[in-house]
Nanobody, 116 residues
Framework: QVQLVESGGGLVQPGGSLRLSCAASSIIYSVYLMGWYRQAPGKERELVATITSGGSTNYADSAKGRYTISGDNAKNTVYLQMNSLKPEDTAVYYC??????????WGKGTLVTVSS
């Protein structure tokens, strides 16, 4: 069973930066989309950013200008560089990978806490 494993979460002060990483435990073929979602306490899970196999990116309005998604389809890795973090960015961040054969994979999440 393929698993996605996130890392890089933690406690950071407002204005700080974190880089999240996500890697698959074994090869996933035909990935066309990778992304990050987040879920804050008491809120629904929301899209943060996605990147296609062709390198096109999409960001939630809350992430634009502060977050950068990158990844390597062939290596099944995706990253999220987060700068200028705010307390409202506090959430569990999940990575996801989608394949051309309609399989979606999700990680278990990594907690990001932005607090002074």
């Amino acid at each position: 069973q393929v698993q996605l494993v996130e890392s890089g979460g933690g406690l950071v002060q407002p204005g700080g930066s974190l880089r999240l990483s996500c890697a698959a435990s074994s090869i996933i073929y035909s990935v066309y989309l990778m992304g990050w979602y987040r879920q804050a306490p008491g809120k629904e899970r929301e899209l943060v950013a996605t990147i296609t196999s062709g390198g096109s990116t999409n960001y939630a309005d809350s992430a634009k200008g502060r977050y950068t998604i990158s990844g390597d389809n062939a290596k099944n890795t995706v990253y999220l560089q987060m700068n200028s973090l705010k307390p409202e960015d506090t959430a569990v961040y999940y990575c996801t990978m989608s394949t051309y054969y309609a399989m979606d994979y999700w990680g278990k999440g990594t907690l990001v806490t932005v607090s002074s």
